[in-house]
């Protein structure tokens, strides 16, 4: 059963454990699933929605990928650069980022401090997809360029396999 109210403790969350921003790659990001997980199947029990929080440590960076669903994303703390597309923006905290489907995204900490965002999503969904190599290159050369990281953080695991 999902808990109605989790409470801010210290660091994180009452009752929430910071995970790696995948496991087995040490990063400078921890992730806080706040509520609900992902799910194989839409309608499996539970919430249909995950709210998590990722927090980079500073000139840290999240991967560079893209997804079939949509993503909703809050900074909560810090300052960072949003990619989204071939498009990099300046963030901070109150800041609201909509990554459409199969749009190109990447967060990225340009401070000093922690720089945490909340990020909403479907919790039955699609794993990531990562750019091909000519992609990254095109990329590369635009004006993102400089803010891009495409190596930040490695390939996603297959889920259930």
């Excluded at 454990?17 to 194989?40: L, M, N």
């Excluded at 992609?135 to 590369?140: D, F, G, M």
Aim: aromatic letters at 8%; one cysteine or more.
């Amino acid at each position: 059963m999902q808990r109605r109210v989790i409470h801010k403790q210290g660091a994180g969350w009452e009752g929430v454990e910071a995970e790696g921003y995948r496991p087995g790659a040490a990063v400078g990001i921890a992730r806080h699933t706040i509520v609900g997980g992902w799910k194989a199947e839409p309608g499996a029990p539970g919430p249909q929605l995950e709210l998590r929080f990722f927090e980079l440590e500073p000139g840290a960076a999240s991967r560079l990928e893209r997804h079939e669903h949509e993503h909703y994303v809050i900074v909560g703390q810090g300052l960072g650069h949003a990619v989204v597309g071939e498009r990099v923006e300046e963030v901070a905290a109150g800041d609201v980022i909509y990554v459409a489907p199969l749009e190109l995204h990447q967060f990225i900490n340009r401070g000093t401090e922690r720089f945490g965002f909340y990020c909403i999503v479907t919790a039955a969904r699609d794993g990531a997809q990562i750019p091909e190599r000519e992609e990254i290159e095109r990329l590369l050369q635009s004006p993102v360029g400089a803010f891009v990281r495409p190596d930040a953080v490695p390939p996603p695991l297959r889920r259930g396999g």
